[in-house]
Structures are given as C-alpha cells and as structure tokens.
C-alpha cells in the first residue's frame, strides 16, 4: 500500500488508502473504551467507579421503598369481614356475621324482622 498525501487549509494529512473490506473490521468496542478510560483524569476514572454502582443502589432502594409503600397501602384496604349477605330458596334475605363482629353488637338494624327470629343468624 502506497500512503497518499492529502493537502488542507489546516496542513497535510498522511494517509493509507486500504484496499477491498470494510474500515469497521479492525475496530475493537473495548480496546477503544479501555484506551478512552487510560486517557482519562484521575477524577473522571473515580467518577465512572462511583456513577455505576451509585445508580444500582439507587434503583434498588427505590424499588424496595415501592413494594413497602404498596404493601402499606394494600394492607390499610384490607379491612375486616362484618357480615355476609345470602339470599335463600325462599327469597329470604339471610346476614350472617362473622370474627370480631360476633364480640360486638349488631351493626345493621333490621327494618322488618322474619317469622318470630331476630333476622341474623350467627
């Protein structure tokens, strides 16, 4: 290969012209990354040690304060079963209280009371 010389308003440029292939075939990701870092001030190096594992630790704080918040909020929804309300064959309304509802009184007035019963079964 013979170098051809290129003249600019800046000056002359050396350069070889390579026959056939493609100029990406000899470039190397990491070899260019790594010379890249070397070339680097002793603060920036630092800088890309920290950066990194700076965001990896945010991220999963991050991550972990959401789940607790969700959880937080999933279990103030939750809540007590009170009662539940069934209808029978006979077109009866039928309400049945349950857990800690059972210690306490009633929590709903029955407007119209069944044959002779208090309208809650227990």
Known sequence: ???TMWETSGGRFLCQKKTGGTHMEDYNFWKDLLDTYQSLS?????????VPAAFVLGLVALILRTRVALREIEAAERGDLVCTICRDANDQLRVTRHGAALEREAALALLEQADGGDGASR
Do not use: N
């Open 1 to 3: 290969m013979t170098p």
């Open 42 to 50: 002793d603060a920036m190096k630092a800088l890309w040690l920290i």
